[in-house]
């Protein structure tokens, strides 16, 4: 920590250092220390049926409430972040406050409500995370079918023996195992009958494409039709616009998330979107 910081003062008074280096050097040193000042702050987006409106789960969604900063983004620091290793302990942070959050919608509502959670490459090699994910279950008490882990098909580059049996092992849990920006990272299909996922999330650019032109709404339709013939679910992500909802619907998207229905949420704020879409019980 203290060569940390010595390091960063040193790079500010280098003429030479360029501005960026500088400005990356002093992110990474505020966020060594944003866990514990409690900068971190997780906000959610409903996912719902898209035949009948309903809440089925929402996604955890990182924001970093730093001082000097402002709110920073995820992308902008979800980078340095895995270079630097620190998501390894900031993923953690995630995956136990996404429990929580979902056993006390289980309190409020008497409703499964099921939760997403981002999980980037670094972390998810990481040697301790399939207990990370178990400890964060038993800690909120949350069954392990209403946990989603969402990996991007750049994890499956590397085709490693170790990612399919981090992947087997969290399916044998239980957990439910999900592909973000479907379509974007990866050429070959064939991962998708060799790994044990359970959901297809269609990346926003295509959902975006649907009504602009045929060639974007039908591949959207092959993407829906794969998927539902290989036994997944199917989410499109990023709809914005009432006539992707139509479209989604005739073509029987299961699930759709975006900011028609609802931007991405502080806690309290989600909770009480989450009283006003329930699903009608029976
Ligand atoms: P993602 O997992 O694909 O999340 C969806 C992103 O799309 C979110 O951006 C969300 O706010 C945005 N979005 C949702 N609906 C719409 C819409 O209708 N239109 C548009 N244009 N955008 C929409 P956000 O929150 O900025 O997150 C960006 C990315 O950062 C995420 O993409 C995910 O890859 C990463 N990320 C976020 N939280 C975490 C985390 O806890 N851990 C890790 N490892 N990555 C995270
Ligand atoms: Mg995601
Ligand atoms: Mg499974
Ligand atoms: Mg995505």
Redesign the pocket.
């Known amino acids: 920590q203290a060569k940390r910081q010595g390091k960063s003062s040193f790079a500010h008074f280098t003429p030479e250092m360029s501005e960026v280096s500088h400005e990356r050097l002093q992110m990474e040193s505020r966020m060594r220390r944003a866990l514990e000042l409690h900068e971190f702050e997780?906000?959610f987006?409903p996912i719902v049926d898209t035949a009948t409106g309903e809440v089925s789960a929402a996604?955890?969604?990182?924001?970093w409430n730093n001082p000097v900063m402002g709110m920073v983004?995820?992308?902008r620091f979800?980078p340095l972040?895995?270079e630097t290793g620190l998501?390894i302990s900031?993923?953690a942070w995630?995956l136990e406050e996404?429990c929580h959050a979902a056993t006390r919608w289980k309190d409020i509502t008497g409703q499964d409500i099921g939760i997403s959670?981002?999980?980037?490459p670094r972390?998810f090699r990481d040697s301790g995370f399939t207990k990370t994910v178990m400890q964060a279950l038993s800690n909120s008490n949350l069954a392990p079918d209403l946990l989603e882990l969402?990996i991007?098909e750049r994890l499956l580059l590397d085709n490693s023996i170790e990612t399919a049996e981090i992947l087997r092992e969290l399916d044998r849990e239980g957990i439910r195992l999900s592909v973000?920006?479907f379509g974007t990272g990866y050429s070959a299909l064939s991962y998708l009958k060799s790994y044990p996922f359970d959901t297809l999330?269609i990346?926003?650019t295509f959902i975006h494409d649907v009504t602009k032109t045929p060639g974007g709404a039908s591949l959207v339709c092959a993407i829906i039709n794969m998927a539902h013939s290989l036994g997944l679910t199917i989410i499109a992500?990023?709809?914005?616009e009432e006539s992707q909802t139509h479209f989604l619907k005739q073509e029987g998207c299961d699930l759709s998330?975006?900011?028609?229905y609802s931007?991405?949420l502080p806690a309290d704020d989600f909770t009480v979107w989450l009283k006003a879409h329930l699903p009608k019980q029976t």
């Open positions: 997780l906000y987006q996604e955890a969604l990182l924001r983004m995820p992308d979800i972040a895995e998501i900031i993923g995630v996404a959670v981002n999980v980037s972390q969402e991007t973000d920006d999330k990346d926003k992500e990023g709809v914005e998330q975006g900011y028609f931007r991405p």
